[in-house]
């Protein structure tokens, strides 16, 4: 007779989407491909909050990923409009290359 | 075999699938040149999670996943990609500097610590079982727990929608000189 999935595995699979996402984050240089990893990243979290959740028979770990999800979508909205702008400006995204506010 | 075995079976063989699913079209999103491979490895990797969800007992959670990452996020990032014809990184000299190599060192170590302190967590699967596990997840229950004990909260986000609506036509709009 098998056991129940632990929860366990599932932090372990939200810890290995985080590194992913961050390993991303590090080293791609183009700005959206960051910003589809910090997305990744995100996602890794979500799944800790609704694994922890469902270990402690609580709703309010969905409910904190629905606020996740407001965020991630109010931050694709305005990030992608500043990709834009940005582009308009200098004709690149590459991350190495957005240096306007350095002094 | 009884019904309870077949079950807890199966969900076994849903979460190792779409978990491999997920951890495979993650690593192709960060490894792919190309940036709509990016994009569109990711939206694998969101319907995986969304699978997973529902192995959790998560329905309203998968369906929110689906219809708001893999559908309206994906949309616009994608969107963006096909506005900005982008210079794909290798034709740029691929390079892999220490910089690189060193960042991408200290975050597998993070993974590590990551897995060390759950070694030393007690542990232990979903708590709440059969109906009630199936009911906590649904449309009903989430949304009682939005309009009531989270009244507050969820009016503050509405806010911060609205705010991310405006700032980005704001942004977007084209000023005339």
């Known amino acids: 007779m098998l056991q129940e999935i632990p929860t366990s595995l599932y932090f372990m699979l939200s810890a290995a989407l ?47 990923v629905f606020f996740i999800m407001t965020v991630a979508a109010a931050e694709a909205a305005i990030g992608l409009a500043i990709f834009v702008l940005i582009f308009r400006q200098k004709g690149t995204i590459n991350v190495d290359e957005i240096n306007l506010l350095k002094g | 075999m009884d019904v309870g075995a077949i079950d807890v079976a199966f969900r076994w063989v849903v979460f190792s699938l779409s978990g491999l699913v997920a951890i495979v079209a993650s690593l192709m999103m960060v490894t792919r040149r190309n940036p709509i491979h990016s994009a569109l490895w990711l ?30 996020i994906m949309m616009l990032i994608i969107f963006v990609i096909m506005l ?10 691929g390079r892999i500097t220490g910089g690189k ?26 708590k709440a079982s059969g109906e009630v596990a199936t009911q906590m997840g649904s449309v009903a229950s989430v949304g009682i727990a939005l ?3 989270y009244l507050f909260p969820f009016e ?3 806010i911060l929608l609205l705010v991310g609506l405006v700032g980005a036509v704001v942004l977007a709009k084209r000023r005339q000189e």
């Open chain 1, 18 to 64: 985080f590194t992913i996402g961050a390993i991303g984050v590090i080293t791609r240089r183009n700005a959206i491909i960051v910003f589809m990893c910090i997305e990744l990243m995100l996602n890794g979290a979500n799944l800790a909050f609704i694994a922890a959740g469902s270990m402690l028979g609580s709703i309010d770990g969905m409910v904190f």
């Open chain 2, 43 to 72: 939206i694998v990797a969101f319907f995986s999670l969304a699978v997973i969800y529902l192995t959790l007992h998560a329905q309203f959670i998968a369906i929110a996943q689906v219809m708001v990452y893999a559908g309206a």
């Open chain 2, 84 to 93: 900005i014809q982008l210079e794909i990184e290798s034709t740029r000299k």
């Open chain 2, 101 to 126: 190599v060193i960042g991408a060192f200290i975050t597998v170590i993070l993974f590590l610590e990551i897995g060390a302190a759950l070694f030393s967590f007690p542990g232990g699967a979903s």
């Open chain 2, 147 to 149: 309009y009531g004990k």
């Open chain 2, 156 to 158: 503050i986000a509405s």
